[in-house]
């Protein structure tokens, strides 16, 4: 009888004690989702953009390294086959911007010195255009499970002595 007054009385202080859970505010869909926001950092993905034969690859930085020497490498190949080097001797590197989209499509852009008065940005951004064309797939960045847009700067070897 004891046992059960004590069970009683025990029962009764914890469940007095347990309505502090019951009052305690829950966060709003908006908060969690501005906390969340908070915590992404936005200057990182968690995939890099990647083609087929880098995925074979399980360490993150070789993955990465491997993409960007394959993009290095393809685009080498593509304008090596113009006169690019024969039009402009003294560029020997040219840094290009690419954009690897959502979509997986590709765009790229030559990134020129602001006072480049030495060579013809028009023709060479032209020719860029004209040879990048039917470039292998590449499979977008991700992002929390979502593909993002990618961006970067590649230097690119034109003339190879």
Not at 2 to 29: D, M, R
Not at 50 to 78: A, G, N, P
Not at 87 to 111: C, R, S
Not at 135 to 148: C, E, M, Q, S, Y
């Amino acid at each position: 009888m004891i046992k059960n007054k004590i069970a009683i009385g025990s029962f009764f202080i914890t469940l007095c004690f347990s309505c502090q859970y019951f009052e305690k505010k829950v966060p709003s869909e908006k908060e969690l989702l501005e906390q969340q926001m908070k915590e992404i950092n936005w200057k990182e993905v968690d995939e890099y953009p990647s083609v087929v034969d880098c995925e074979k690859l399980t360490d993150k930085e070789l993955q990465k390294q491997c993409f960007f020497d394959f993009l290095t490498t393809t685009i080498q190949e593509k304008l090596a086959v113009d006169t690019l080097s024969n039009l402009f001797p003294q560029l020997d590197t040219i840094e290009v911007k690419v954009t690897v989209l959502p979509n997986a499509m590709l765009q790229f852009e030559p990134q020129f010195p602001k006072d480049s008065v030495a060579y013809d940005t028009i023709k060479i951004d032209s020719i860029l255009h004209a040879r990048l064309v039917d470039f292998p797939k590449v499979n977008p960045a991700i992002k929390r499970g979502i593909p993002v847009k990618t961006q970067f700067v590649l230097p690119v070897i034109i003339k190879q002595e």
